[in-house]
């Protein structure tokens, strides 16, 4: 949402609220059917389409065995045949390696300690590649020019940082490429695959280095605080400088060259007044930008390149009323995979060919909900009680327009935002006769720097109270219904679904924490090894438990469980690295000591997020029993 209209958007917002709000009271008299719960959380009938650099094969992800699992068919039509055969998780995420052999990613339980996984084509010759125990494998660049290796980072010498190794994906050779002196974060390729950049961490100062080849040793070009910076997104075409994010002497990022020698921005290519910009697209075959995206209601593009805007053009006319991405595309750049979407509307994937500008459908990947009985995601605005404007997103439900049930939905992260797009659990909900907000509160990334700095050490306080504030704005714009507003969250969302019913214990009449921060300190406590190098830059955006215990005690739901009387549902993965189970196995052991209503789901076979099929049906069925007890849709 644009930031600069200022106090004149809040009356528009108004309006469009006011047009949303007469537009379902007139054409939604009636409530549609209610869609069975499992419709909007099974798995995907087919998903996450890719094609073989060759052009000749397109892999995608189905169920087996009610897992996620990667299956591969010719281009021209014939036999599919099932690659992977993972029974315990859906594999994570996986990618072509040459046109002969798939590599995937796997955990174990949701302990996000992932190995990469080698199989061909007939799912025989299976490897796994990084056999470690407690190490976590990253890939650092696919090296899509060559057939067989690929660049890893692993935490396997030191928990706290990562080496890169170099990685045969058919032998499972592994050489080391670059030792981490331990405090390099990032390592950044040029078009030929060598580390030819990396970024350094003291904890709240970051450097760039940059080296001319992989034979010398590494400069520093420029140091930044932690607050503004260049992030590099790849060298450019000659491989003597970078294209990079930078919010150097700006609020918000914008795309530029940025110069080694010089240490410098060279050119700026483009920047927006009202949001940050860090995508960046190009040709590797005809080594052109092709496209930057941005976000502010919706995906927003500026293209640089005329063949890949004749092509973008081409689609969307072929697909009237669809957001449309290219998610991948063949070596020769001849073949694209399209996927078609909405916010009703999981998606449709489609084969895109471009010389005979033929577009031929692949699969609907839930195919089973109807988007006329979804209801539309809508961008709003509201002004924070010390005047900051917070956009979010309002789903009414088919047929109500106001004195509602909400459901107050802040987003994980919690520097991170919510976007425009299907998203099942705000469908689910409003599918039961909840109206659901999204608020992307201060700190959420996208807005610039000083939105995101408004965040720093305001756990609990200024971060809730925009949250809060979206409650509040919607009883005095008459959506809701003051005796029927729930929290519900997950991560960053889960603290603040606790901090909701803490804080403000009169303000919501049920709660759903789901992985949720509840103790400051406990958490400082048990964060990933991984996460240590940048500890000091985490303390100054949320708190340091030596020089700040007042602040993060103050910020503590388990340490004032006194003041919450909301009946709550907590769910937790017994695995999940990031949010301990202890920080969940507290409040609730402190609430049933006062006689607090708690329901508490533990899964042990999770991790941070139900990602089994079987956890994730349990989970929101209990939800959605909750909610319709305390709040009445």
């Given at each position: 949402?644009?930031?600069?209209?200022?106090?004149?958007f809040?009356?528009?917002?108004?309006?469009?609220l006011?047009?949303?709000?007469?537009a379902?009271?007139?054409?939604?008299?009636k409530m549609?059917?209610q869609?069975p719960?499992r419709d909007?959380?099974r798995?995907?009938e087919q998903?996450?389409y890719?094609i073989?650099?060759?052009?000749?094969?397109?892999?995608c992800?189905?169920?087996?065995?009610?897992r996620?699992?990667?299956?591969?068919?010719?281009?021209?039509?014939?036999?599919?045949?099932?690659?992977?055969?993972?029974?315990?998780?859906?594999?994570a995420?996986?990618?072509w390696?040459?046109?002969?052999?798939i590599?995937y990613?796997?955990?174990?339980?949701?302990?996000?300690?992932?190995?990469?996984?080698?199989?061909?084509?007939?799912?025989?010759?299976?490897?796994?590649?990084?056999?470690?125990?407690?190490?976590?494998?990253?890939?650092?660049?696919?090296?899509?020019?060559?057939?067989?290796?690929?660049l890893?980072g692993?935490?396997?010498?030191?928990p706290?940082?990562?080496?890169?190794?170099?990685?045969?994906?058919?032998?499972?050779?592994?050489?080391l490429?670059?030792?981490?002196?331990?405090?390099?974060t990032?390592?950044?390729?040029?078009h030929?695959?060598?580390i030819r950049?990396a970024i350094?961490?003291?904890?709240?100062?970051?450097?760039l280095?940059h080296?001319?080849n992989?034979?010398?040793?590494?400069?520093?070009?420029?140091?930044?605080?932690f607050?503004?910076?260049v992030?590099?997104?790849?060298f450019t075409?000659?491989?003597?400088?970078?294209?990079a994010?930078?919010?150097?002497?700006?609020?918000?990022?914008?795309?530029v060259?940025f110069?080694l020698a010089?240490?410098?921005?060279?050119?700026?290519i483009?920047?927006h007044?009202?949001?940050?910009?860090?995508?960046?697209?190009?040709?590797?075959?005809?080594?052109?930008?092709?496209?930057?995206?941005?976000?502010t209601?919706?995906?927003?593009?500026?293209?640089?390149?005329?063949?890949?805007?004749?092509?973008?053009?081409?689609?969307t006319?072929?697909l009237?009323g669809?957001?449309i991405?290219?998610?991948?595309?063949?070596?020769?750049?001849t073949?694209?995979?399209?996927?078609?979407?909405g916010?009703?509307?999981?998606g449709?994937?489609?084969?895109?060919?471009?010389?005979?500008?033929?577009l031929?459908?692949?699969?609907?990947?839930?195919?089973?909900?109807?988007?006329?009985?979804?209801?539309?995601?809508?961008?709003?605005?509201?002004?924070?009680?010390?005047?900051?404007?917070?956009n979010?997103?309002?789903?009414?439900?088919?047929?109500?327009?106001?004195?509602?049930?909400?459901?107050v939905?802040?987003?994980?992260g919690?520097?991170?935002?919510?976007?425009?797009r299907?998203?099942?659990?705000?469908?689910?909900?409003?599918?039961?006769?909840?109206?659901?907000?999204q608020?992307?509160?201060?700190?959420?990334?996208?807005?610039?720097?000083k939105?995101?700095?408004?965040?720093?050490?305001?756990?609990?306080?200024?971060m809730?109270d925009?949250?809060?504030?979206?409650?509040l704005?919607?009883?005095?714009?008459?959506?809701?219904?003051?005796?029927?507003?729930?929290?519900y969250?997950?991560?960053?969302?889960?603290?603040?679904?606790?901090a909701g019913?803490?804080?403000?214990?009169?303000?919501?009449a049920?709660?759903?924490d789901?992985?949720?921060?509840?103790?400051?300190?406990?958490?400082?406590?048990?964060?990933?090894?991984?996460w240590?190098p940048?500890?000091?830059?985490?303390?100054?955006?949320?708190?340091n438990?030596e020089?700040?215990k007042?602040l993060l005690?103050s910020?503590?739901?388990?340490?004032?469980?006194?003041?919450?009387?909301?009946?709550?549902?907590?769910?937790?993965?017994?695995?999940d690295?990031r949010?301990?189970?202890?920080?969940?196995?507290?409040i609730?052991?402190a609430?049933?000591?006062?006689?607090?209503?708690?329901?508490y789901?533990?899964?042990?076979?999770?991790?941070?997020?139900?990602?089994n099929?079987e956890?994730?049906?349990?989970?929101?069925?209990?939800?959605?029993?909750?909610?319709v007890?305390?709040?009445?849709?």
């Amino acid at each position: 949402m644009s930031r600069t209209t200022g106090f004149a958007f809040t009356a528009i917002a108004a309006v469009m609220l006011a047009t949303l709000v007469s537009a379902n009271e007139a054409g939604e008299q009636k409530m549609n059917r209610q869609i069975p719960l499992r419709d909007f959380f099974r798995n995907p009938e087919q998903a996450d389409y890719l094609i073989s650099p060759d052009g000749s094969r397109i892999a995608c992800q189905k169920p087996y065995k009610g897992r996620m699992n990667v299956f591969v068919r010719p281009v021209a039509g014939g036999e599919e045949t099932r690659v992977t055969g993972e029974t315990a998780r859906d594999i994570a995420g996986y990618a072509w390696k040459g046109s002969n052999r798939i590599i995937y990613t796997k955990d174990f339980g949701g302990d996000e300690n992932f190995h990469i996984v080698s199989v061909n084509l007939k799912g025989e010759d299976l490897k796994d590649l990084t056999p470690f125990e407690k190490v976590r494998a990253e890939v650092i660049d696919d090296l899509r020019d060559h057939d067989t290796d690929v660049l890893v980072g692993l935490n396997k010498r030191d928990p706290k940082v990562f080496d890169v190794y170099r990685l045969n994906t058919i032998t499972g050779e592994l050489k080391l490429a670059a030792e981490n002196p331990g405090n390099i974060t990032s390592c950044i390729t040029d078009h030929e695959g060598k580390i030819r950049a990396a970024i350094t961490s003291d904890g709240v100062n970051t450097t760039l280095l940059h080296r001319e080849n992989e034979t010398l040793p590494f400069k520093p070009v420029i140091t930044t605080s932690f607050r503004e910076g260049v992030s590099p997104l790849f060298f450019t075409f000659d491989n003597k400088n970078l294209y990079a994010a930078s919010n150097l002497n700006r609020d918000k990022n914008a795309i530029v060259v940025f110069d080694l020698a010089a240490g410098k921005e060279k050119e700026l290519i483009f920047e927006h007044p009202d949001v940050d910009v860090s995508s960046l697209s190009y040709s590797r075959k005809r080594k052109v930008l092709t496209l930057i995206e941005y976000a502010t209601w919706k995906t927003e593009r500026r293209f640089l390149d005329a063949l890949a805007e004749k092509r973008y053009k081409s689609v969307t006319e072929k697909l009237p009323g669809r957001e449309i991405s290219f998610t991948s595309v063949s070596k020769d750049e001849t073949l694209f995979i399209v996927r078609a979407y909405g916010d009703r509307s999981r998606g449709t994937y489609y084969l895109y060919d471009e010389p005979g500008d033929k577009l031929t459908k692949l699969a609907e990947v839930s195919p089973w909900l109807n988007e006329n009985e979804l209801c539309e995601m809508k961008p709003v605005s509201y002004r924070s009680r010390d005047g900051l404007l917070i956009n979010g997103y309002l789903t009414l439900p088919k047929g109500g327009s106001k004195n509602l049930p909400v459901i107050v939905n802040p987003h994980g992260g919690p520097w991170a935002r919510d976007t425009w797009r299907f998203n099942p659990e705000v469908q689910f909900l409003a599918n039961r006769g909840f109206a659901v907000l999204q608020v992307n509160y201060r700190g959420s990334t996208g807005y610039g720097r000083k939105f995101w700095e408004a965040s720093f050490k305001q756990w609990g306080k200024k971060m809730q109270d925009d949250v809060t504030d979206g409650a509040l704005w919607l009883v005095k714009e008459g959506v809701a219904d003051p005796k029927r507003i729930g929290i519900y969250g997950g991560s960053y969302g889960g603290y603040a679904t606790l901090a909701g019913v803490t804080f403000t214990p009169d303000l919501y009449a049920a709660a759903v924490d789901f992985v949720g921060v509840s103790n400051l300190f406990t958490f400082m406590n048990t964060i990933p090894p991984y996460w240590m190098p940048v500890i000091d830059m985490f303390h100054e955006m949320v708190g340091n438990p030596e020089t700040d215990k007042e602040l993060l005690a103050s910020a503590s739901p388990a340490l004032h469980t006194d003041l919450i009387k909301t009946p709550l549902l907590i769910a937790q993965g017994a695995n999940d690295p990031r949010v301990n189970k202890a920080e969940s196995d507290q409040i609730v052991e402190a609430l049933r000591k006062r006689g607090v209503a708690v329901e508490y789901i533990v899964k042990d076979n999770e991790g941070h997020g139900f990602h089994n099929e079987e956890n994730r049906f349990e989970f929101y069925g209990a939800m959605e029993k909750f909610f319709v007890k305390y709040l009445q849709p």
